[in-house]
């Protein structure tokens, strides 16, 4: 079983539909989880990061994550086509260990 | 506040031969890390430094890659000798020390092995 599993996709949403990305992580140790996003040819960079149950909410962005089924999402509302982009689920492990799926790809049409 | 620096962006080598890449983490970041992402995949970890120790090196090939940070700050990547399968892009990346916070990344070097 992978670290850290995520459905590489496409995801096509509308413009402005909300887009959900998911993720699952194996560790229960874990500690921290990050969503990162990859535009084709660049680094990763961040979006959004929860270390706690429930929901977070970051203007167009909701992570959401349950330690117990050991699974992390990220909502996008109001979805662009800039948005359109790969999406990396990273988890932190223990010892600032991180971990990242295989991401999750977005295709947001106009 | 500078980002992690990394060179060189790009590098074409035969295979056999050998390959080195340099990483200057943010300032005061203790934490490193070099990732391999081969195209349409997730970064791969292969070394975790913190200061100039290895944290994690479980997925580092090491009878071809190694790495060092000898005084705590830069980095250097070397593959030696380099395979068709090593294409891919590195990733340099520094965090603090503060628990769970984000890791900041460089440009990446994109390594073509013909």
């Known amino acids: 079983q992978k670290e850290v599993e995520q459905n590489s996709g496409p995801l096509s949403v509308p413009e402005g539909a909300i887009a959900s990305l998911n993720c699952t992580y194996s560790?229960?140790?874990?500690?921290?989880f990050f969503w990162y996003r990859q535009y084709s040819g660049k680094s990763p960079e961040l979006i959004m990061f929860?270390?706690?149950?429930g929901d977070k909410e970051d203007g167009r962005f909701t992570a959401q994550l349950n330690k117990a089924s050991q699974y992390v999402s990220l909502l996008i509302r109001d979805s662009q086509p800039s948005d359109s982009a790969t999406y990396l689920c990273?988890?932190?492990?223990?010892?600032?260990?991180?971990?990242f799926g295989t991401g999750t790809r977005l295709l947001v049409s106009p | 506040e500078a980002g992690v620096a990394q060179s060189p962006r790009y590098k074409i080598i035969e295979k056999r031969q050998s390959v080195a890449f340099w990483c200057n983490p943010i300032?005061?970041?203790?934490?490193l890390y070099w990732y391999q992402q081969i195209l349409g995949q997730g970064p791969k970890l292969l070394i975790q430094?913190?200061?100039?120790?290895?944290?994690?090196d479980s997925q580092l090939p090491k009878d071809r890659f190694s790495a060092e940070r000898l005084k705590g700050v830069d980095s250097t990547l070397k593959i030696q000798p380099a395979k068709l399968e090593d294409s891919a892009v590195y990733l340099c990346?520094?965090?603090?020390?503060?628990?769970?916070?984000?890791?900041?990344f460089g440009q990446g070097t994109r390594l073509t092995v013909v």
């Open positions: 430094f913190q200061n100039n120790g290895v944290v994690d």
């Open positions: 990273a988890v932190n492990t223990g010892f600032q260990k991180l971990v």
């Open positions: 990346a520094s965090s603090s020390t503060v628990a769970n916070t984000e890791a900041f």
């Open positions: 929860i270390y706690s149950n």
């Open positions: 560790d229960r140790g874990s500690q921290s």
């Open positions: 300032s005061g970041h203790a934490t």
